[in-house]
């Protein structure tokens, strides 16, 4: 598929078909191409925990739900979903390379030199190529993100190391028709608007370009 038609075509999908698993050869690549993502000093602070099996689905969604609540459509749409990748960044790993030795003239060694969390940066790009990587592949995906109450249920039901910050899950599989988010009512906002040319009060014009 055109790169073009992989961006335009993307879109978060919420309800997907759960008698068609998620092919081993398509993950493989979702997450091959997942640690293709840019990472400050090639750091490459993130981890996935990959959840495939139907019995860890559904011990994830027993400690991030309350079993005394109704579930929701959002909820019920996104059990569907034949796998769950959970994005987690790993803060250690930047600090450690940025105190070796080609990278000891920099300040960056200490957290609070560091102007945004980019492990958590770097992670969610790493989950946006896993999202492009989805539509290539013909499957629909989400990104959600977790209560932090529901964390540490999580780290304890998949033994996840206690430094790990979770930036988010992305959900995977074939899309089932869904309603479409009431948010996108809201309309995208142009690059006009959002892009500035040279000075913030002056909008880009890809005429004024050189």
Known sequence: MDFRDVVRRRRMVRSYDPDRPVPPEVLQRVLEHAVRAPSAGFSQGWDFLVL???????????VT????VEPNSWLRGVRT???LVLCWS???AYLRRYAEADKAHTTQ???ARWTVPYWDVDTG???LLMLLTAVDEGLGGLFFGMQREEVG???EAFGVPEDRRIVGVVSLGYPAPDRRSPSL?????GVGTVAHHGRWDRPWDPGLSH
Do not use: H
């Not at 495939?52 to 027993?62: K, S, Y």
């Not at 739900?65 to 005394?68: F, G, Q, V």
């Open 52 to 62: 495939t099996d139907p019995a860890d689905r559904a011990l994830f969604w027993e």
């Open 65 to 68: 739900t309350d079993p005394e």
């Open 81 to 83: 979903a034949p796998c």
């Open 90 to 92: 790993d803060k250690g």
């Open 109 to 111: 060694a200490d957290e």
């Open 125 to 127: 790009m790493a989950a």
């Open 153 to 155: 249920p999580v780290k």
């Open 185 to 189: 009512r809201r309309g995208r906002r």
